[in-house]
T-cell receptor, first 109, second 117 residues
Framework: DAKTTQPPSMDCAEGRAANLPCNHS???????VYWYRQINSQGPQYIIH???NNETNEMASLIITEDRKSSTLILPHATLRDTAVYYC??????????FGAGTRLTVKP | GAVVSQHPSRVICKSGTSVKIECRSL??????MFWYRQFPKKSLMLMAT?????????EQGVEKDKFLINHASLTLSTLTVTSAHPEDSSFYIC?????????????FGPGTRLTVL
């Protein structure tokens, strides 16, 4: 039972920022927001995670609203290789990772 | 990030045979590993949680006698599909939890595609 809601699909132009939304209105205080992506038939790739502060790494930025009920994953300059299914998951420490349907992002030239 | 490997990457077998899939955490120790399966165009479904030195915990609806899990060391978990049937054909993905730190991130292997003829 995924605790998140994501749009099923999105398109983005190559070179532009891709902003992927995720709703998690029932998130608990001890639950983190994780983002993974899956490219074709490969295992999911870890992107980023956060608790309440915004986070940035070499792959992406994660913006979490103040009430923590939603978040946005930002790929600042999308490339064709960023085409994948992106999963937003909420999880408390030591709990397992459960996947919803995710968002299929297609980056177009 | 941490690296998780799986072997084999793909396997084809006949009905009734058993297939073993290995999952290794290459640069970290993992007390807990997880096994997922994924059907075409579907999301990952958690099958079981594998704990080093103890019995695995299976999700509801997953037959423990059919999907044998062994986690004998902190870097290796195996999934054996016993008496495989065509409906067991799927993409099997393992994950290992890197412990310590603030959130114990899970890292995933590349997956094993099983085809049962």
């Amino acid at each position: 039972d995924a605790k998140t809601t994501q749009p099923p699909s999105m398109d983005c132009a190559e070179g532009r920022a891709a902003n992927l939304p995720c709703n998690h209105s029932t998130i608990s205080g001890n639950e983190y927001v994780y983002w993974y992506r899956q490219i074709n038939s490969q295992g999911p790739q870890y992107i980023i995670h956060g608790l309440k502060n915004n986070e940035t790494n070499e792959m992406a930025s994660l913006i979490i609203t103040e009430d923590r009920k939603s978040s946005t994953l930002i790929l600042p300059h999308a490339t064709l290789r960023d085409t994948a299914v992106y999963y937003c998951i909420v999880r408390a420490k030591n709990n397992d990772m459960r996947f919803g349907a995710g968002t299929r992002l297609t980056v177009k030239p | 990030g941490a690296v998780v490997s799986q072997h084999p990457s793909r396997v084809i077998c006949k009905s009734g045979t058993s297939v073993k899939i290995e999952c290794r955490s290459l640069d970290f120790q993992a007390t807990t590993m997880f096994w997922y399966r994924q059907f075409p165009k579907k999301s990952l479904m958690l099958m079981a949680t594998s704990n080093e030195g103890s019995k695995a915990t299976y999700e509801q609806g997953v037959e423990k006698d059919k999907f044998l899990i062994n986690h004998a060391s902190l870097t290796l978990s195996t999934l054996t599909v016993t008496s495989a049937h065509p409906e067991d054909s799927s993409f099997y993905i393992c994950s290992a939890r890197a412990e310590g730190g603030r959130a114990d991130t899970q890292y995933f292997g590349p997956g094993t595609r099983l085809t049962v003829l």
